[in-house]
Nanobody
Framework: QAQVRESGGGSVQAGGSLRLSCAAS????????MGWFRQAPGKEREGVAT????????YYADSVKGRFTISQDNAKNTVYLQMNSLKPEDTAMYYC????????????????????WGQGTQVTVSS
């Protein structure tokens, strides 16, 4: 059984907003790393945002800083990615991932620590 499961993708026009959800009951009450990643056709996977569930510290890729917000709701065992001011270049399959915490500078990085991955949810932004 998958430990993480995404939902909330869809199609939106440029400038719009979407909120992705990641159900992760095993992780939100422990000290782990959770992250959102994306992969567009023909491109490498990119780490978008991470959160340390033990303390709430976050990391954002430069490409989404100021537009995306990662957060956790322990009562709902869910991690969210609020995406505002969406651009066509944000179009990709978005994946939620989780794993043991390996902190660099107090935040979760985007490589090496993620052991559980969701199936992905598609986000399409039209111009």
């Amino acid at each position: 059984q998958a430990q993480v499961r995404e939902s909330g993708g869809g199609s939106v026009q440029a400038g719009g907003s979407l909120r992705l959800s990641c159900a992760a009951s095993r992780y939100t009450h422990s000290r782990d790393c959770m992250g959102w990643f994306r992969q567009a056709p023909g491109k490498e996977r990119e780490g978008v945002a991470t959160i340390y569930t033990g303390g709430g510290s976050t990391y954002y890729a430069d490409s989404v800083k100021g537009r995306f917000t990662i957060s956790q709701d322990n009562a709902k065992n869910t991690v969210y990615l609020q995406m505002n001011s969406l651009k066509p270049e944000d179009t990709a399959m978005y994946y939620c991932a989780a794993g043991p915490a390996i902190l660099v500078g107090g935040v979760c990085g985007v490589s090496g620590t993620y052991t559980d991955w969701g199936q992905g949810t598609q986000v399409t932004v039209s111009s």
